[in-house]
């Protein structure tokens, strides 16, 4: 599966954005999705995941109630509605897929920005 990214833009601190992720390839419904990010001179930190069937969710603490994943598998679309952001929100965001049953992320996207002003 190939993934792409985009919605990354710059957002004033307690605004909005949301991210897409368009999956094209083998069956999107096979795959878990994730969102991840990487800010400057820090490692690249998990943010959200949602299930093959969009009913399980995992989040991150510093995103948790903020943040929401979604997906539309007649799109072939991921999403990450981003609300209430902060400057430390601010960060190069990766959609990354794994297959049903593997234990890896082991398809990635390229990363689109957000950068979030105070």
């Known amino acids: 599966v190939q993934l792409q990214a985009s919605g990354g833009g710059l957002v004033q601190a307690g605004g909005s954005l949301r991210l897409s992720c368009a999956a094209s390839?083998?069956?999107?419904?096979?795959?878990?999705m994730a969102w991840f990010r990487q800010a400057p001179g820090k490692e690249r930190e998990f943010v959200a995941s949602?299930?093959?069937?969009?009913?399980?969710?995992n989040y991150a603490d510093s995103v948790k109630g903020r943040f929401t994943v979604s997906r539309d598998n007649a799109k072939n679309t991921g999403y990450l509605q981003m609300d209430s952001v902060t400057p430390e929100d601010t960060a190069v965001y990766y959609c990354?897929?794994?297959?049903?049953?593997?234990?890896?992320?082991?398809?990635w996207g390229q990363g689109t920005q957000v950068t979030v002003s105070s």
């Open positions: 949602i299930d093959w069937g969009g009913v399980g969710t």
């Open positions: 990354a897929a794994q297959l049903v049953g593997d234990g890896n992320w082991g398809y």
């Open positions: 390839g083998r069956a999107f419904r096979s795959y878990s």
